[in-house]
């Protein structure tokens, strides 16, 4: 079994700061592409950001300049620094990992349970 268990999220003030944490925790052979996707109330879910295991990043036009994604192979572990804060990140944010396990040989998708983001003053 494979869980991915986000932290960090929370109510800030607009212009504040939040990190995300995501663990991978369980029979993990190798991750590959982790990231970040976020879903606000009536609107379809969204990618965030992601993160190669090599250290390759890719941001939302919507994003970019304000959020970090990060990761910590030795710990299965993908971060979002979110910084300058707006209303309009108010969302659920789920990390996503593709991943092998050790019974498989097949690539996965796996999702977190999801953090709530709000943003608002």
């Known amino acids: 079994q494979v869980q991915l268990v986000e932290s960090g999220g929370g109510l800030v003030q607009p212009g504040g700061s939040l990190r995300l944490s995501c663990a991978a925790s369980?029979?993990?052979?190798?991750?590959?592409?982790m990231g970040w996707y976020r879903q606000a109330p009536g609107k379809q879910r969204e990618l965030v950001a992601t993160i190669t295991s090599g250290g390759s990043t890719n941001y939302s036009d919507s994003v970019k300049g304000r959020f970090t994604i990060s990761r910590d192979n030795a710990k299965n572990t993908v971060y979002l620094q979110m910084n300058s804060l707006k209303p309009e990140d108010t969302a659920v944010y789920y990390c996503?990992?593709?991943?092998?396990?050790?019974?498989?040989?097949?690539?996965?998708?796996?999702w977190g349970q999801g953090t709530q983001v709000t943003v608002s003053s």
């Open positions: 369980g029979s993990i052979f190798r991750i590959n592409g």
């Open positions: 996503n990992a593709d991943l092998r396990t050790y019974t498989s040989w097949y690539w996965v998708d796996y």
